[in-house]
T-cell receptor, first 115, second 112 residues
Framework: DAGVIQSPRHEVTEMGQEVTLRCKPISGHDYLFWYRQTMMRGLELLIYFNNNVPIDDSGMPEDRFSAKMPNASFSTLKIQPSEPRDSAVYFC?????????????FGPGTRLTVL | SQQGEEDPQALSIQEGENATMNCSYKTSINNLQWYRQNSGRGLVHLILIRSNEREKHSGRLRVTLDTSKKSSSLLITASRAADTASYFCATTALYSNYQLIWGAGTKLIIKP
């Protein structure tokens, strides 16, 4: 398996623009997580899905952030409009409760810079 | 939200020495995991210890868990330059629905 795939790896955009981050989880995994990592706040869980259904989105900073999982092999995280404080590395992770007691498999991340 | 706190925040040692990192948490847990993050990369799972286990080994890694003190330690023996990374602990709370609660991480630097 190729592991969790994220695209793009790097994104530079201007304030006010829409940003869409993409994630393909490991085939067969039924949990998908979106995290944000910054020096100041560390690793933050934004939202997670189980069987394509959002379970907990309490970590989503504000209405500018939205996430979807239209099918088991694809998820998006959208920021509209983007702001400089959204600059961070965004990770997608997937897992399978039947696999190994909540182990999560991370993608390489998308480094977002909002100018 | 962050439940775990790693200690120390940063650690610099000579290659070949042992590195010990600690993690404390606040609530009762199902299990505790340690992850490694190399600079610019995603996190990689290292080892998991269940709440009814006290010690676990994997290669050069040794993890201990003390549920009475709500703490865990990760020992890396005979450190190598390639061990330079940040190390995070993550816990799954009792009756949790799969969500991991993360610590702030320990940055480990191995000097050649």
């Amino acid at each position: 398996d190729a592991g969790v795939i994220q695209s793009p790896r790097h994104e530079v955009t201007e304030m006010g623009q829409e940003v869409t981050l993409r994630c393909k989880p490991i085939s067969g995994h039924d949990y998908l997580f979106w995290y944000r990592q910054t020096m100041m706040r560390g690793l933050e869980l934004l939202i997670y899905f189980n069987n394509n259904v959002p379970i907990d989105d309490s970590g989503m900073p504000e209405d500018r952030f939205s996430a979807k999982m239209p099918n088991a092999s694809f998820s998006t995280l959208k920021i509209q409009p983007s702001e400089p404080r959204d600059s961070a590395v965004y990770f997608c992770a997937s897992g399978d409760r039947g696999h190994a007691y909540n182990e999560q498999f991370f993608g390489p991340g998308t480094r977002l810079t909002v100018l | 939200s962050q439940q775990g706190e790693e200690d120390p925040q940063a650690l610099s040692i000579q290659e070949g020495e042992n590195a010990t990192m600690n993690c404390s948490y606040k609530t009762s847990i199902n299990n505790l995991q340690w992850y490694r993050q190399n600079s610019g990369r995603g996190l990689v799972h290292l080892i998991l210890i269940r709440s009814n286990e006290r010690e676990k080994h994997s290669g050069r890694l040794r993890v201990t868990l003390d549920t009475s003190k709500k703490s865990s330690s990760l020992l890396i023996t005979a450190s190598r330059a390639a061990d330079t990374a940040s190390y995070f602990c993550a816990t799954t709370a009792l009756y949790s629905n799969y969500q991991l609660i993360w610590g702030a991480g320990t940055k480990l630097i191995i000097k050649p």
